[in-house]
């Protein structure tokens, strides 16, 4: 018997899952077993490029969650609305779930976690991060014996592919991302991706898996791209540095405080060019995950796209198909329960059998929250581009600015003159958040200085 797959969205990740599906020879031999039964669309009239089964498209997606002869259900139309209330009721009518809809389960995972185990059904998104990168799942089983102390990311294309092209171009932030929006690498309205929302989503969930505990999306630190000039990049390179959109989780302990505390951020980043990360280009994804006693191991791979994310979307499939599979069975017999009437209806008569010991590697159970350590208190080195009066002893005053509140200085230059402006960059060595703004603070009020147009934190 298949098992029978109700896919939410024909897009370009659901196409890139049906023709998978159709088209099985040379795969695993368990994805013969996955049949497409229903497919739920906005229009069905619309040509399609893969031939499906006759009378599985519909434009009543509400009506597949609920279908009884549904097994698993695959929502690939993103947003948060209805794709929520859909994977909600597909669980709450005993039915998996795999979703690549990771905006909903950095915000929403909590709930449907909780309803996931209460229901006995899993709830799979591989494709939720990295696209075809394999690192969800290696997240859960490989490296679970490991403690693991940082999750450091690339994980946003389009951010990568502008960054880079800014750097072997020296083009301008702007005239980039016009480009890539032609070229249909950015979005009509690039907001998720060039402010970081997007690479929040994705540390969220990775920092739940990784640090085993759950995430509330508000306590992520973010910054986007936009300020990020070609002015910088040039400079980031004579100093040894390119510049990346980093999306970091690392866990610190503290001698005077038992318990661990997470620093999630996401934001633009000098990365030292013998850093792993460093030759991340284009629209590739690469994730670098630290632990005890594995070390160092990175993930690469494109991170969007209809072949590589539908990959990641029918692993997820067969893992849970597999899982039924070896369970002896995927679907109820129909037979009413002990205790109840010869003529009363069966609970769950013929749907998908919830199972009722989960899979613990493949299941997310934990409860509690991380504790977040505030921006303020981050340690790192720092990159600042001042914009200062053509005058005797203004590198000598920010100096002294800095010491004032315990900066120490690695480099301080001027690099040339921009208009009537002298232009100063400063790396600084490893400083606490807090103490290094009020230095920033005092440096606002120095006569000579007219604006801090950059500021980066340093690898």
Request: glycine share 10%; hydrophobic share 40%.
């Amino acid at each position: 018997m298949a098992f029978k797959i109700g896919l939410l969205g024909l897009g370009t990740v659901g196409t890139g899952t049906a023709q998978i599906l159709l088209d099985p020879s040379g795969r695993n031999p368990l994805v013969e077993e996955l049949e497409i039964y229903r497919v739920g669309v906005r229009n069905p009239e619309k040509i399609r490029p893969v031939q499906l089964p006759p009378g599985a498209v519909t434009s009543d997606l509400e009506s597949i969650v609920t279908d009884p002869d549904v097994d698993i259900v695959v929502e690939v139309i993103g947003g948060l609305e209805p794709a929520r209330s859909l994977i909600l009721k597909a669980i709450s009518h005993g039915k998996h779930v795999v979703t690549a809809n990771k905006a909903v389960i950095a915000r929403f995972g909590d709930e449907i976690y909780d309803a996931a185990n209460e229901a006995g059904v899993y709830v799979l998104l591989e494709a939720a991060v990295g696209g075809g990168i394999p690192v969800i799942q290696p997240l859960k089983q490989a490296l679970g014996v490991n403690r693991i102390r940082s999750v450091i990311g690339i994980v946003n294309g389009t951010t990568n592919y502008i960054l880079t092209r800014m750097q072997t171009e020296g083009a301008d932030f702007a005239d980039v991302l016009a480009q890539a929006q032609k070229l249909g690498y950015a979005e009509a309205d690039p907001t998720a991706d060039v402010d970081g929302f997007d690479a929040a989503d994705k540390i969220a969930i990775l920092a739940s898996l990784a640090f085993g505990g759950r995430i509330k999306l508000e306590d992520v630190y973010r910054e986007g791209i936009s300020q990020v000039s070609a002015a910088d990049i040039a400079y980031a390179d004579k100093l040894g540095f390119v510049i990346k959109l980093l999306a970091i989780a690392n866990r610190e302990m503290l001698q005077d405080d038992p318990t661990d505390r997470l620093r999630l951020r996401v934001h633009p980043t000098l990365v030292p060019r013998s850093h792993p990360l460093a030759s991340i280009s284009g629209v590739y994804n690469a994730i670098l995950i630290e632990g005890d006693p594995i070390g160092q191991v990175m993930f690469f791979g494109p991170g969007a796209g209809a072949g590589p994310t539908a990959s990641a979307v029918v692993s997820d499939i067969l893992n849970i198909a597999a899982v039924l599979k070896s369970a002896g069975g995927h679907r109820s017999t129909g037979v009413p329960s002990q205790g109840a009437e010869e003529n009363s209806p069966s609970p769950i008569t013929n749907y998908p059998l919830p199972i009722t010991n989960l899979h613990p590697l493949l299941t997310c159970t934990h409860q509690h929250y991380c504790k977040i350590a505030p921006i303020e208190e981050l340690t790192t080195r720092f990159y600042a581009r001042f914009l200062t009066k053509d005058r005797p002893g203004v590198i000598g005053k920010l100096g002294t600015s800095f010491g004032n509140h315990g900066v120490s200085i690695e480099s301080i230059v001027q690099t040339g003159f921009q208009g009537e402006f002298a232009e100063i960059v400063v790396v600084t060595h490893d400083v606490r958040e807090g103490d290094f703004h009020q230095a920033l603070d005092e440096i606002r009020t120095l006569d000579a200085v007219d604006s801090i147009p950059s500021l980066l934190r340093v690898l």
